[in-house]
C-alpha cells in the first residue's frame, strides 16, 4: 500500500495564527486525498476530499475559507487553518485514495494541533 | 455524518482471549472496511469485505457481514498485548469513489 507521511507530527500555535499541515504520499500518484478531523476519543470525521489539480470538495458544515486545502501535485496535498482557535484544536489526519476504482485508503500519521 | 456505530465502545479482555467488536450501518453499502488506530496514530487497514461476502478471513482476523441486518463483526483470537487499540469499521457507498464514512469505534484493551 501507498506510504503517506505528514508534516508536522504536532504543532502549537497562537490563537489567530494560521497553520499549514502537509500531507505527502511518498511512493504513489495521489489523485485524490482526504482529511480528516479527529476529537479525543471519537471518531474520524471526513472533512473534505481534495482532488489534484482541481478545488477540493468540502464536507457540510466545514468552512471552506477557514479550512484551505490545496493539492497542486500528485504526491502533495496541504491544509492550513487559517486564524485558528481554541475550537480548532484537533488530530488532523490525510489519507491517500487507493485510485483507479479501489475503495481502500491509506493513511498518514496524523497531525496534533493545539491552539492556545 | 457518522455512518455506523460500534459496540462494545471499550472492551477489556486478557491475553490469548478472542475479542468480538461489532458494527451497524444504515444505508446500503458496496464494501465494509475495518481499521485499527494506535493511540494518538493514524490508522491501518485491516480488511475489507464486499456486499456479496459473508466472511473474510486474514490472519487472526475474521471479518463477517450480513447486509440483510446491516452489521459487521471483527473477531480477533488470540488476543496479543500488541493488539491494543481502537477498532474503527468504515463503509463504502459508491464503488470506486474511495469515501468512506466510519463509526465511532470500539476501544480495545488486551492485558498481558
Known amino acids: 500500500g501507498a506510504v503517506v507521511s505528514q508534516h508536522p507530527s504536532w504543532v502549537i500555535c497562537k490563537s489567530g495564527t494560521s497553520v499549514k499541515i502537509e500531507c505527502r504520499s511518498l511512493d504513489f500518484q495521489a489523485t485524490t486525498m482526504f482529511w480528516y478531523r479527529q476529537f479525543p476519543k471519537q471518531s474520524l470525521m471526513l472533512m473534505a476530499t481534495s482532488n489534484e489539480g482541481s478545488k477540493a470538495t468540502y464536507e457540510q458544515g466545514v468552512e471552506k475559507d477557514k479550512f484551505l486545502i490545496n493539492h497542486a501535485s500528485l504526491t502533495l496535498s496541504t491544509l492550513t487553518v487559517t486564524s485558528a482557535h481554541p475550537e480548532d484544536s484537533s488530530f488532523y489526519i490525510c489519507?491517500?485514495?487507493?485510485?483507479?476504482?479501489?475503495?481502500?485508503?491509506?493513511f498518514g500519521p496524523g497531525t496534533r494541533l493545539t491552539v492556545l | 455524518s457518522q455512518q455506523g456505530e460500534e459496540d462494545p465502545q471499550a472492551l477489556s479482555i486478557q491475553e490469548g482471549e478472542n475479542a468480538t467488536m461489532n458494527c451497524s450501518y444504515k444505508t446500503s453499502i458496496n464494501n465494509l472496511q475495518w481499521y485499527r488506530q494506535n493511540s494518538g496514530r493514524g490508522l491501518v487497514h485491516l480488511i475489507l469485505?464486499?456486499?456479496?461476502?459473508r466472511e473474510k478471513h486474514s490472519g487472526r482476523l475474521r471479518v463477517t457481514l450480513d447486509t440483510s441486518k446491516k452489521s459487521s463483526s471483527l473477531l480477533i483470537t488470540a488476543s496479543r498485548a500488541a493488539d491494543t487499540a481502537s477498532y474503527f469499521c468504515?463503509?463504502?457507498?459508491?464503488?470506486?469513489?474511495?469515501?468512506?464514512?466510519f463509526g465511532k469505534g470500539t476501544m480495545l484493551l488486551v492485558s498481558p
Open positions: 489519507s491517500v485514495g487507493e485510485g483507479a476504482g479501489g475503495d481502500t485508503q491509506y
Open positions: 468504515a463503509t463504502v457507498r459508491t464503488p470506486g469513489y474511495s469515501t468512506l464514512t
Open positions: 469485505i464486499r456486499s456479496n461476502e
